[in-house]
């Protein structure tokens, strides 16, 4: 008999907890942000790219690619119909036509190492970038969480799957535009800021 009630009791005392456990989940205001939207849709975002843009374009002509690329195009269109049928002994046979080949393969290795030195500068360039974005969008996300009174605010992108939420993305878009809309801005702020003391 004593069995049968501790049984009983044990089992009412497990749904209580049960009920607890999903009310305290009930009032937790868990609210996402979509990073990548806020990336495309705000103002710094979009000044970031607009730089980055500027940067590879600046590249493109310093170090000459586009130039070299159409004269890449055209010697290859001028010379396939000369060597596309021939075995590599009867190019070799031919000192004139080896020579405009390998001229043809020299500048395209030159090409290759400076579209390779522009793209690892691209991801530097890049990589500060977002580190100045992350930056600005802190201080944004944490603005909105708390006039949306959010107990957790979770990246969208990390995220598969939460029952109930609400995306903060266009509320981040909003603090962004209007505290941070440049990476210049970031940057003026950024020097404004007081520095730590030192011991």
Do not use: C
Request: net charge positive.
């Amino acid at each position: 008999m004593k069995i049968r009630h501790l049984a009983l009791a044990a089992t009412v005392f497990a749904g209580l907890i049960a009920q607890a456990i999903g009310a305290a989940h009930a009032q937790t205001k868990v609210f996402v942000v979509d990073e990548d939207i806020v990336r495309k849709g705000s103002k710094i975002g979009q000044d970031i790219q607009s730089k980055l843009g500027a940067v590879r374009n600046d590249g493109v002509t310093k170090l000459g690619l586009e130039t070299l690329g159409k004269e890449i195009k055209a010697e290859e269109t001028r010379l396939q119909p000369q060597t596309q049928s021939l075995t590599k002994e009867a190019l070799a046979a031919n000192p004139t036509l080896k020579a405009q080949v390998e001229a043809l393969n020299k500048k395209k290795g030159e090409f290759m190492q400076k579209a390779d030195y522009l793209d690892q500068n691209l991801d530097q360039q890049n990589n500060a970038a977002m580190v100045a974005f992350a930056q600005a969008l802190g201080p944004a996300v944490d603005h909105v969480a708390k006039e949306a009174g959010a107990d957790v605010v979770l990246s969208a992108s990390s995220t598969w799957y939460i029952k109930n939420t609400s995306d903060l993305s266009q509320k981040v878009i909003a603090r962004l535009d209007a505290t941070t809309p440049t990476l210049a801005a970031l940057q003026t702020a950024a020097a404004a800021a007081p520095k730590p003391a030192t011991p």
